[in-house]
């Protein structure tokens, strides 16, 4: 068994599973005990463990729902869609990174103490060492959800199982410790809690300068003798991309969410108030940092569902103050094309990679809030006009034949003509739709083009966890909890009243919304789960959803586009979705069944 053991500035690899050591070899420049000497190295450990997080780039695996195909067709998703799926092949394991990355914190939090991060300042110490402990924390708590998300599930012997609770370091040799069982996933699902709960009682709410008139957090001035200066330099604007206790939050009301789910919750009613009260303690906090941010109750970002507009996107950034309120976080701003370059249609200079489905510009609701599936009397739908008299955010979210795009008129339609048909039509060239639709959302407004030689670039924000996410989350567990109006003794908002403040900020948005007044708790329990889809659309929760909700005939439902010719629509099925009712759980990775003789979830 080979060993591949090696020591690079500031981050130190210690692979376990795949008996990777801490020790270096001889040849090497240092040992271990390097990070009782060099803070760099130490904070290396949870650096390691903060890259395992699944978060940090677009997945688009809406390429395996009833959302959106691709014209990739050597992509993972489209296998794993097709058929393909197996505890041998799995592109949404991360059983592997999300275990090293634990193994990584443990080490960290087994060495932090003996760190001498500034041993010059013991205040500026002891701040160092209180936030880098809350940091592990949050991450170690951020990759357990993951771990029970992708492979908890019922196994064969019929209990609800999460993963092996591995709290300490753990040497590769140590396989008695590695082979115990999978906890039970109510088990696994507390010590989410936990390293969360311990988490937000070391981190500050959030990191920024602060000034006199906010003063240093509690916690953070243990002597009394620390300076604004020096809780400035270890929690100020330069942390701001690292987990605060606001994240941690955050990841408790996504764990109360899952957990109190369809498929995860075995018959306790109480878990929906649970993720309701998760999701309205986040929701309650002002950001008195950057006072113009995110103030707390239902301070909606008007703008939240053009989050990655250049506008939006201007109002980010680490060294000014903060003036969006649409992040809890997020990555700092990047200038790059990559998006546009992937999935611009082919006359653009992009690869149209993404494909919207007709199933999902179905789910758009006409501008007046009904759906396109209500009474035409109310709705207004015209089979014929399809597009016309919908909700703004259609346009804004999916380009279709007719629909204007860089100030230019974009032709899918298979006798179109002009400067914007050409391979933008249906099924023309590699590049081209299959679906009769391209992504639109995620790209940066006009600011990213192609001059038939070159591009430009622009800035753009990689988002992980936006309030959107949290106000729905609110309002779907709100809802199951207390019915469309009801509200927690903590928190006086109902789903009903969240809703109609996101249908209604596009612009133009939803105004009266009678169909959201006529809802009762189970027509707002379709709505909400409608308004998730369309409004986090692309951003990796589709796939998951579904199977939380345990709607195993979306999951199957196969993947329809449009045809258009002669100014004529008509409908056929793309690709279709090979899932058995079983996999609503992933599977846990088949090397470790052998290795380990675990459970494996039934079907797999």
Same mark, same amino acid.
């Given at each position: 068994m080979k060993n591949y053991k090696f020591i690079l500035p500031g981050v130190i690899f210690i692979m376990l599973f795949s008996c990777q050591l801490l020790e270096p070899d001889n040849e090497n420049y240092s040992t271990f005990d390097r990070v009782y000497e060099d803070p760099a190295f130490a904070e290396g450990l949870l650096i390691r463990g903060f890259i395992q997080v699944p978060v940090r780039d677009y997945r688009y695996d809406e390429r395996?729902?009833?959302?959106?195909?691709? /014209?990739?067709?050597?992509?993972?998703?489209?296998?794993?869609?097709?058929?393909? @799926?197996?505890?041998?092949?799995?592109?949404?394991?991360?059983?592997?990174?999300?275990?090293? &990355?634990?193994?990584?914190?443990?080490?960290?939090?087994?060495?932090?103490?003996?760190?001498?991060?500034?041993?010059?300042?013991?205040?500026?110490?002891?701040?160092?060492?209180?936030?880098?402990?809350?940091?592990?924390?949050?991450?170690?708590?951020?990759?357990?959800?993951y771990l029970l998300r992708n492979h908890g599930g019922y196994g064969a012997n019929g209990e609800l199982l999460g993963t092996p609770i591995y709290d300490e370091f753990m040497e590769y040799t140590d396989k008695s410790k590695f082979s115990q069982p999978r906890a039970k996933f109510v088990d696994c699902v507390q010590t989410v809690y936990d390293d969360l709960d311990m988490a937000v009682s070391l981190l500050p709410l959030d990191f920024g300068n602060v000034t006199a008139g906010i003063g240093i957090p509690p916690g953070y001035n243990e002597s009394g003798n620390a300076t604004i200066d020096d809780y400035n330099l270890v929690c100020g604007r330069t942390a701001s991309e690292r987990v605060s206790g606001r994240i941690a939050l955050a990841f408790k009301a996504k764990m109360a969410l899952l957990h109190a789910s369809p498929a995860f919750n075995e018959g306790n009613s109480a878990l929906w108030e649970k993720a309701a009260e998760f999701s309205g303690e986040l929701l309650s906090k002002p950001n008195v940092?950057?006072?113009?941010?995110?103030?707390?109750?239902?301070?909606?970002?008007?703008?939240?569902?053009r989050f990655y507009a250049s506008t939006e996107v201007a109002k980010y950034n680490w060294n000014t103050p903060v003036t969006g309120k649409e992040y809890v976080w997020r990555k700092n701003r990047e200038n790059n094309n990559t998006k546009e370059t992937e999935h611009?249609?082919?006359?653009?200079?992009? /690869? &149209?990679?993404?494909?919207?489905?007709?199933?999902?510009?179905?789910?758009?609701?006409?501008?007046?809030?009904?759906?396109?599936?209500?009474?035409?009397?109310?709705?207004?739908?015209?089979?014929?006009?399809?597009?016309? &008299?919908?909700?703004?955010?259609? &346009?804004?979210?999916?380009?279709?034949?007719?629909?204007?795009?860089?100030?230019?008129t974009v032709y899918t339609a298979i006798d179109g003509t002009g400067t914007h048909a050409g391979d933008n039509r249906l099924g023309?060239?590699?590049?081209?739709?299959?679906?009769g639709y391209y992504l639109k959302k995620l790209l940066v407004d006009n600011n990213v083009t192609w001059n038939g030689s070159s591009w430009n670039t622009a800035d753009h924000i990689e988002g992980y966890v936006r309030y959107t996410e949290m106000f729905l989350t609110y309002a779907e567990a709100a809802n199951q909890a207390w019915g469309p109006d009801g509200v927690s003794q903590s928190?006086?908002?109902?789903?009903?009243?969240?809703?109609?403040?996101?249908?209604?900020?596009? /612009?133009?948005?939803?105004?009266?919304?009678?169909?959201?007044?006529?809802?009762?708790?189970?027509?707002m329990i379709t709505l909400?789960?409608?308004?998730?889809?369309?409004?986090?659309?692309?951003?990796?929760?589709?796939?998951?959803?579904?199977?939380? @909700?345990?709607?195993?005939?979306?999951?199957?439902?196969?993947?329809?586009?449009?045809? @258009?010719?002669?100014?004529?629509?008509?409908?056929?099925?793309?690709?279709?979705?090979?899932?058995?009712?079983?996999?609503?759980?992933?599977?846990?990775?088949?090397?470790?069944?052998?290795?380990?003789?675990?459970?494996?979830?039934?079907?797999w």
């Open positions: 395996a729902t009833d959302d959106a195909v691709t /014209n990739d067709l050597a992509n993972d998703y489209v296998r794993m869609a097709t058929g393909g @799926w197996s505890s041998q092949y799995n592109p949404q394991h991360v059983w592997q990174n999300c275990n090293d &990355g634990i193994m990584y914190v443990n080490k960290f939090l087994e060495i932090v103490d003996k760190v001498p991060f500034r041993p010059s300042n013991p205040d500026i110490d002891r701040m160092y060492k209180r936030r880098y402990k809350g940091e592990a924390y949050a991450i170690r708590g951020i990759l357990k959800y940092i950057y006072s113009s941010a995110f103030q707390g109750g239902l301070d909606i970002d008007p703008n939240g569902h611009y249609p082919p006359t653009f200079g992009g /690869n &149209g990679r993404i494909n919207p489905s007709q199933n999902f510009v179905d789910a758009f609701p006409m501008a007046n809030g009904y759906p396109i599936t209500a009474d035409p009397s109310l709705s207004g739908y015209d089979p014929a006009a399809p597009y016309t &008299g919908r909700d703004s955010r259609l &346009g804004l979210f999916v380009l279709y034949n007719g629909a204007s795009f860089k100030s230019n023309m060239a590699a590049r081209s739709t299959r679906t928190y006086n908002y109902s789903a009903r009243q969240i809703i109609g403040e996101i249908r209604k900020r596009a /612009n133009p948005g939803i105004g009266a919304d009678p169909y959201l007044a006529s809802l009762d708790k189970e027509g909400i789960q409608n308004e998730r889809r369309i409004e986090l659309s692309f951003e990796s929760h589709r796939f998951w959803d579904l199977r939380r @909700w345990n709607k195993t005939d979306l999951m199957k439902e196969s993947v329809r586009g449009v045809r @258009w010719e002669g100014g004529i629509p008509s409908y056929f099925d793309v690709e279709s979705r090979d899932y058995e009712d079983y996999m609503i759980y992933g599977p846990v990775p088949q090397t470790e069944i052998l290795k380990f003789n675990f459970i494996q979830n039934r079907g």
